[in-house]
């Protein structure tokens, strides 16, 4: 069996990745919450997991540093997936990208006048193609997290941001106005590694497919 490396990121893709993984027969030996370990070892001595930042998954895997990699569309698109196969939407990680303005803020009339808006997000790439595509004007301000608290202090009129239980923009009085597209993650292949180490991807591949179908 080929050695292959799987990236990852800690929290939820971790944690939403691993019954796939055990679908696979895979087990991770350590808890990457608790262990400051970036490089894990699983219970098939031929395969081993590292731990990297969620928007670093699909540049460790495009170079080949890892062989595959469960990464957010969200991610996804901001990267543009070069070098990446992105064979299976693995239907976790679930939210959806929102554009987000202050509970007062009136946005349908905003855009209705044709107001050019500021707006903060981390999804510069996303941002611009939704705003691009209503034919709106906005100045497009790079947050690297914490977008919430921008229209708050004035940064910004709106943001582009996941959500998922709506929790955090209720707590700072902000609203979804517009729903972009829904995120979820993908797996992720390296191309070139597809080919050469086909006959260990593949039936990890197969494995992650039937656990799709059975949930
Ligand atoms: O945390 P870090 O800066 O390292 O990176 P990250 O935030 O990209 O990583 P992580 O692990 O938090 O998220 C990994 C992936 O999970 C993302 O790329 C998404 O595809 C997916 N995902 C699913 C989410 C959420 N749900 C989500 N709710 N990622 C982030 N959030 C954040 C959101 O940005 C907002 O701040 O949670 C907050 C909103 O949550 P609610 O429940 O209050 O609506
Ligand atoms: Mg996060």
Known sequence: M??????LSKGRIFEDTAPF??????????????????????????VRLIMVRASDVPTYVQYGAADLGVAGKDVLLEHGGG?????????????????????DFDYESAVFQGARLRVATKYLKTARDHFADKGMHVDLIKLYGSMELAPLVGLADAIVDLVSSGNTLKANH???VEEIMPISARLIINQAALKLKRETIQPLLEAFRSAIAAT
């Open 2 to 7: 080929t050695n292959i490396t799987i990236a």
């Open 21 to 46: 993984l055990k679908a696979a027969g895979i087990v991770a030996q350590d808890d990457p919450e608790s262990s400051r370990k970036l490089i894990i070892d699983t219970n098939n001595p031929a």
């Open 83 to 103: 070098g990446l196969y992105q064979p299976l939407d693995l239907q976790i990680a679930r939210c959806r990208m929102m554009v987000a303005v202050p509970d």
């Open 174 to 176: 902000l609203k979804a």
